[in-house]
């Protein structure tokens, strides 16, 4: 069965808060202009040394405005698929999406309750209590409520977690 354009764009799309796009335009904006420009610096001053064959500078150097390069061709291909998600819940039976934050007890473990915030993976933070819509309890949980349990197979086993809140 062929995908059809819209399946494309959505797996191309890069889901991100305000804020995180913020952040990957201003990473963006740096390796654009201050890192760029002291690799060059790097650069000119290894040329220098002459016999580029044996000159760890220039190699260290070029090595680094190749990670760079590829990381703003990386960032702008996110920002330009950047799908804004509301950090809201936006629907009246406040089901678990990308954007809720969501308290959930580990019934497995008995551990206290956590809250999270569900984003996309370009802004995954666990320890900022920020975890991914692709990681195994992220989802596992989009498009429960509260109250529900859900089972959570992770590399570590399976998990039972009950959603206590959703805001």
């Given amino acids: 069965m062929a995908k059809s354009d819209d399946d494309s764009l959505a797996l191309d799309q890069t889901l991100v808060t305000k804020e995180g796009l913020k952040k990957l335009q201003d990473e963006l904006d740096e390796l654009k202009g201050m890192k760029r420009k002291e690799v060059a610096e790097r650069l000119k001053e290894a040329i220098s040394y002459g016999d580029l064959s044996e000159n760890s500078e220039y190699q260290e150097a070029k090595t680094e405005q190749a990670f760079?390069?590829?990381?703003i061709l990386e960032l702008e291909q996110m920002i330009k698929n950047a799908k804004i998600i509301s950090d809201k819940?936006?629907?009246?039976?406040?089901?678990?999406?990308?954007?809720?934050?969501?308290?959930?007890?580990?019934k497995t473990d008995g551990d206290d309750a956590v809250e999270y915030t569900i984003v996309g993976s370009t802004e995954a933070d666990p320890l900022d209590h920020k975890i991914s819509n692709e990681s195994p309890v992220g989802k596992a949980l989009l498009g429960k409520k509260k109250g529900d349990v859900v089972d959570v197979k992770t590399p570590a086993g399976t998990f039972k977690y009950e959603v206590v809140k959703v805001s």
């Fill in 89 to 106: 819940v936006t629907t009246k039976t406040k089901d678990i999406q990308i954007g809720t934050s969501v308290t959930i007890r580990n």
């Fill in 68 to 71: 760079i390069e590829g990381r």
